[in-house]
């Protein structure tokens, strides 16, 4: 058996939990950690000692330390959850040192700091993987599979309408990811995800962006209009605390606790601000037009204040259309927390030009994102895994290809014009996606798919 591959952390706070909950859990035959790094000193002991039976030797190293973590530890890959204004740095530095490295996204926000990163890894021979998580769920690669069949022609028009609801769109604007300078605001932190799928479902890339963002909900006139008059600059203290429906209580909640407000005195920095504070520039509110050099049209809205989360997809083709639609969560509780789990909800229609409209028989993935998280895992950690027709790991360029279009949208809102994709990210080579094959009249997976007599959705 293969000796186990060494790894570190870089940025111990919430997004670490997924790899580390991975790395010391089912795939600890095949990994061992042997660092973390963090600003925060007690974030990063808390992140050993979670695991110190299973990697005893794993080292703590804060922030000004990196390098030295490098040096002494020797990690062959280095997984970097820092935010995202930092992602440049420790991800060029570690290639640099001859690590390979898995980031989260965004890859990074800005052109430059993309165009630096693929330099780097170029120079380097080294390889960077962007978790681009939510291309792995079943449910998403049957809609791959779907438009490489070719069965509803060439797709001209796409529709994405994507709602963070009133618990997970509101954690953006109680985080350090409200202000734009440390995280590119809404339309490259969260979006680059959903502008990386529609890149990798057309296989193709876009254009041009034409955009607009506004705040209108997270703003001190929405609490002033909920009666939220003395409201502070935090949840914890907060004098609204009991009568708000956004509050975030982290003496209930252990894991936030454990991982922020434990430890805030080593830096100031509190996970529970109050999301109508004067201080947030970001938009709430999202519409971009996305041309491709396909001839695709993307229509692409979000909106971060929604009573339920999920989204809905249509592709339009010269021989069909698809609709997709998912519900991840219907609701929230009116004091700002969850509802018990229900499963998510996910349909897949598809009709052909003159036909009946059919539902398909969709897989069903176990997890988070709909079974992306734990189908991506096995991709990163477990032993030899087997080819993949659908490309599903992103690479760098694919990174800086959905950064690329929340780029473009925010620089359109600020000039009221359309940006070309060229303005924001100059000579990055492209992409490789798979590409659509030919068409035949009928397609394995409309097997079991349920013809509806009426309407596209019953």
């Known amino acids: ?43 990063a002991a808390l992140m050993a000692a979670r695991v110190r039976k299973e990697f005893p030797d794993a080292g703590c190293y804060g922030a000004e330390e990196f390098e030295r973590l490098l040096a002494e530890r020797k990690p062959e890959r280095v997984i970097v959850t820092v935010p995202d204004y930092l992602h440049e740095e420790y991800v060029c ?30 120079k380097s021979g080294r390889r960077l993987i962007v978790t681009m998580n939510y291309r792995f769920s079943p449910v998403r690669t049957l809609l791959k599979q779907v438009l490489l069949s070719g069965m509803i022609g060439a797709v001209k028009s796409v529709q994405f309408e994507w709602r963070l609801d009133t618990h997970h769109g509101a954690d953006y604007f109680r985080r350090w990811h409200r202000r734009i300078a440390q995280c590119g605001g809404l339309f490259v932190h969260k979006a680059s995800h959903h502008f990386d799928l529609v890149n990798w479902w057309l296989g193709a890339l876009p254009r041009r962006v034409h955009a607009t963002g506004t705040q209108e909900f997270y ?45 805030e005195h080593h830096d100031g920095y509190f996970r529970d601000q109050c999301v109508f504070g004067a201080d947030i520039d970001i938009p709430d509110t999202m519409n971009a037009l996305v041309d491709y050099e396909n001839g695709a049209v993307l229509n692409y809205s979000l909106t971060a204040y929604a009573p339920w989360e999920g989204y809905r997809v249509a592709f339009e083709g010269t021989r069909g259309m698809i609709v997709h639609t998912n519900v991840e969560r219907p609701w929230v509780l009116p004091d700002g927390g969850l509802p018990p789990a229900p499963p998510e909800i996910n349909e897949i229609v598809v009709q052909a030009q003159f036909g009946k409209p059919q539902r398909l028989a969709v897989p069903t993935g176990e997890g988070a994102h709909s079974g992306g998280d734990k189908i991506m895992l096995e991709r990163l ?14 690479d760098a360029r694919a990174g800086a290809y959905s950064v690329a279009v929340g780029l473009a949208a925010n620089r359109s809102v600020a000039s009221r014009r359309p940006v070309d994709i060229d303005e924001v990210m100059k000579g990055v080579a492209r992409p490789q996606y798979p590409q659509a094959t030919s068409s ?9 798919a349920i013809a509806l007599e009426t309407g596209l959705l019953e």
């Open 1 to 43: 058996m293969p000796s186990p591959t060494t790894y570190a952390i870089v940025g111990c706070g919430h997004r670490a939990k997924t790899f580390l909950d991975a790395l010391a859990g089912p795939y600890r035959a095949h990994a061992r950690i042997v660092g973390f790094c963090d600003s925060n000193p007690g974030r």
């Open 381 to 394: 950690f477990g032993a030899a895994p087997a080819p993949d027709p659908y490309e599903r790991l992103a």
């Open 219 to 263: 703003r001190p006139e929405t609490a002033q209009a909920l009666g939220l008059v003395r409201r502070g600059e935090r949840c914890t203290g907060c004098a609204e605390l009991q009568r708000c429906g956004f509050r975030l209580d982290m003496s209930k909640k252990d894991y936030l606790r454990q991982v922020y407000a434990d430890n």
């Open 440 to 448: 035949t009249d009928r397609h394995p997976f409309l097997e079991g």
């Open 93 to 122: 530095r570690a290639l640099e040192r001859g690590c390979d490295v898995i980031v989260e996204k965004p890859m990074a926000i800005d052109g430059a700091s993309c165009a630096r990163i693929i330099d780097t890894e170029r």
